[in-house]
């Protein structure tokens, strides 16, 4: 089992840059693929990066693409997501969750959920 916690959210301008932190409690977190999900007010939590239990593969939104990077340091148990040129439509509660399965852009595949941490950008 793995405990998840996310830090780095915040308020920025349209154009700025975040980037998100997941730290992951136990000894196997190199165990887990990673995903990032976010869920806007009003509207479903949607799939915004994963990453394999290595590192060396990655998926991501189309929304996101060119402009999100996730990666992980299995040493330090944590999972980044960097966030470049943020538009007011990426406002939302993003989430890191971790799999024991498979990288995966589908929510369901990830029994683990941290308690997420709020981006909002402005316009």
């Known amino acids: 089992q793995v405990q998840l916690v996310e830090s780095g959210g915040g308020l920025v301008q349209a154009g700025g840059s975040l980037r998100l932190s997941c730290a992951a409690s136990?000894?196997?977190?190199?165990?887990?693929?990673m995903g990032w999900f976010r869920q806007a007010p009003g509207k479903e939590r949607e799939f915004v990066a994963t990453?394999?239990?290595?590192?060396?593969?990655?998926r991501y939104a189309d929304s996101v693409k060119g402009r999100f990077t996730i990666s992980r340091d299995n040493a330090k148990n944590t999972v980044y997501l960097q966030m470049n040129s943020l538009k007011p439509e990426d406002t939302a509660f993003y989430y890191c969750?971790?799999?024991?399965?498979?990288?995966?852009?589908?929510?369901?595949?990830?029994?683990?959920w941290g308690q997420g941490t709020q981006v909002t950008v402005s316009s």
């Open positions: 990453i394999s239990r290595s590192g060396g593969d990655t």
């Open positions: 136990g000894r196997t977190f190199s165990s887990y693929a």
């Open positions: 969750a971790g799999s024991s399965t498979y990288y995966s852009i589908v929510s369901k595949s990830y029994a683990y």
